[in-house]
């Protein structure tokens, strides 16, 4: 199995002016992020808004940032619907793909068992080592912690991106499930409560601006430095909130355009954030050192 990092940023899916994916400018975005501290990217996720690409879009889109970046590439390939989700994921393992993201399904509000047996059905379809999504806020439904301990006795369940926000839930998915089950935070603002509840790591927004920072605060927390740990943590606190003013990925893509990395606007349904929102986001990028390596802004 091909080792997961602490950091892994769920990466925007760039357009171009007609609307369409930027497959060039998605590998320059991975490769400058692998260069800003991150071990991986998850393509095709939330902040990828993957509800408005094609499967044929996705799948082009794995195989042109797994060429360019060659490990870490974590494929988001679940949906509401199991076969699909079975589909897809066996076609970004002939891809390559490292690893593919769960999420949990969303509109058709299963109970726990059918999660269960959703993400069960797709674990054992596949060789790929499979991350469960649970993001409640987006779906609806909340992945309960006795349904991710249950789930982490299938080999190839490795982990869990936790977006719930229920640190008492994520206390129980740490304690409860089997050793060496990766724990991500799902939400910028909580990685280092779960890091010191013995989590393992981000997928992190934040990180297509803050990554050196991100990286450098995992590793110290994990060398014991949590007084500094807590720092950068406080100091990314407003970047943090700003990125989600609106609906995310609407401010990380257009505070990287700001920044000097255009890609694009967000497909309809969602749109450009607004006057209020736009100056929320500039002024948390103007008071914080944020940036892609200079080579990459152009």
């Given at each position: 199995?091909?080792?997961?990092?602490?950091?892994?940023?769920?990466?925007?899916?760039?357009?171009d002016d007609?609307?369409?994916?930027?497959?060039?400018?998605?590998?320059?975005?991975?490769?400058a992020?692998?260069?800003?501290?991150?071990?991986?990217?998850?393509l095709s996720g939330t902040t990828g808004?993957?509800?408005?690409?094609?499967?044929?879009?996705?799948l082009r889109l794995f195989a042109e940032v797994k060429s360019e970046v060659g490990a870490g590439v974590v494929a988001g390939t679940g949906s509401y619907n199991t076969r699909e989700s079975i589909e897809l994921t066996g076609e970004?393992?002939?891809?390559?793909?490292?690893?593919?993201?769960?999420?949990?399904?969303?509109?058709?509000?299963?109970p726990q068992e059918g999660l269960y047996q959703h993400f069960k059905a797709i674990a054992e379809s596949t060789n790929l080592p499979c991350i469960l999504y649970n993001v409640p806020g987006r779906t609806g439904t909340n992945l309960a912690a006795e349904t991710v301990v249950r789930l982490s006795q299938i080999d190839n369940i490795v982990g869990v991106k936790e977006a719930s926000g229920n640190l008492e839930q994520i206390s129980k998915i740490i304690q409860g499930t089997r050793d060496g089950f990766l724990v991500y935070s799902g939400n910028d603002g909580d990685t280092l409560p779960i890091l010191a509840l013995g989590g393992y790591g981000v997928i992190s927004v934040a990180s297509h601006l803050a990554g050196v920072q991100i990286k450098?605060?995992?590793?110290?927390?994990?060398?014991?430095?949590?007084?500094?740990a807590a720092q950068i943590h406080r100091n990314l606190l407003p970047l943090v909130e700003?990125?989600?003013?609106?609906?995310?990925?609407?401010?990380?893509?257009?505070?990287?355009?700001?920044?000097?990395?255009?890609?694009?606007?967000?497909?309809?349904?969602?749109?450009?954030?607004?006057?209020?929102?736009?100056?929320?986001?500039?002024s948390a990028l103007k008071a914080y050192p944020v940036g892609l390596p200079s080579g990459y802004l152009k």
């Open positions: 199995m091909t080792s997961l990092g602490r950091l892994i940023t769920a990466m925007v899916t760039p357009f007609k609307g369409e994916v930027d497959y060039e400018r998605a590998r320059k975005l991975a490769r992020l692998y260069d800003s501290g991150s071990d991986g990217v998850v808004e993957s509800p408005t690409l094609s499967k044929e879009e996705k970004a393992e002939r891809i390559g793909v490292d690893a593919a993201l769960l999420v949990v399904p969303y509109y058709n509000k299963p450098e605060m995992i590793e110290k927390c994990l060398n014991g430095q949590l007084g500094e700003a990125l989600f003013v609106v609906a995310n990925p609407i401010p990380v893509k257009y505070a990287l355009g700001y920044m000097g990395f255009p890609v694009g606007k967000p497909r309809l349904p969602l749109v450009e954030p607004d006057e209020k929102a736009r100056a929320t986001i500039e």
